[in-house]
T-cell receptor, first 109, second 115 residues
Framework: QKEVEQNSGPLSVPEGAIASLNCTYS??????FFWYRQYSGKSPELIMFIYSNGDKEDGRFTAQLNKASQYVSLLIRDSQPSDSATYLCAVRPYDKVIFGPGTSLSVIP | SAVISQKPSRDICQRGTSLTIQCQVDSQVTMMFWYRQQPGQSLTLIATANQGSEATYESGFVIDKFPISRPNLTFSTLTVSNMSPEDSSIYLC????????????FGAGSRLTVL
């Protein structure tokens, strides 16, 4: 079993819709959870991180964490064409960060 | 967040040669990591670069192939040794924030093509 799994893409949503990205992880000792965005040819950049169960909101982005289910999600409200990128879920067990395979998102104008 | 300078940004190398990638950070950091991103793939952790001691390698990566140096808290190098076409990847240096969350900041990456 892979340490971090994400819903396979590509995911296409119309402009203005909600994009939902999902991630599961295997290590119950994981302490912090991250969502990174990576544009083609660029390095990953942090969108947000979460470490407590529940929701965390930052602008159009909401991260949700359920440690009992070992599940993390990212919701993007009012999706924009500029949100088209690969979204990487990452998990921190101990002193390293492990990345999932990524989900490609396309927002169609 | 820290600013990371990584070089070279790209290189084309011949099979059997070695290349050293440099990573310079504008502030002292404790945690520094090297990742590999193969074409169309996600990031795979190669190793944690430890200051003053040997790097900690992940499963599937060995010191003979990917020797790492970390002489101080602002600098590290990754060498890709005896390269083959399978080593063609983007290699990324990253550092963790000082907070407990270990938020990573990445360098721009070094794109290696091995012929």
């Amino acid at each position: 079993q892979k340490e971090v799994e994400q819903n396979s893409g590509p995911l296409s949503v119309p402009e203005g819709a909600i994009a939902s990205l999902n991630c599961t992880y295997s290590d119950r000792g994981s302490q912090s959870f991250f969502w990174y965005r990576q544009y083609s040819g660029k390095s990953p950049e942090l969108i947000m991180f979460i470490y407590s169960n529940g929701d965390k909101e930052d602008g159009r982005f909401t991260a949700q964490l359920n440690k009992a289910s070992q599940y993390v999600s990212l919701l993007i409200r009012d999706s924009q064409p500029s949100d088209s990128a690969t979204y990487l879920c990452a998990v921190r067990p101990y002193d390293k960060v492990i990345f999932g395979p990524g989900t490609s998102l396309s927002v169609i104008p | 967040s820290a600013v990371i300078s990584q070089k070279p940004s790209r290189d084309i190398c011949q099979r059997g040669t070695s290349l050293t990638i440099q990573c310079q950070v504008d502030s002292q950091v404790t945690m520094m990591f090297w990742y590999r991103q193969q074409p169309g793939q996600s990031l795979t952790l190669i190793a944690t670069a430890n200051q003053g001691s040997e790097a900690t390698y992940e499963s599937g990566f060995v010191i003979d192939k990917f020797p790492i140096s970390r002489p101080n808290l602002t600098f590290s190098t990754l060498t890709v040794s005896n390269m083959s076409p399978e080593d063609s990847s983007i290699y990324l240096c990253s550092v963790a924030s000082v907070s407990g969350a270990n938020v990573l900041t990445f360098g721009a990456g070094s794109r290696l093509t091995v012929l």
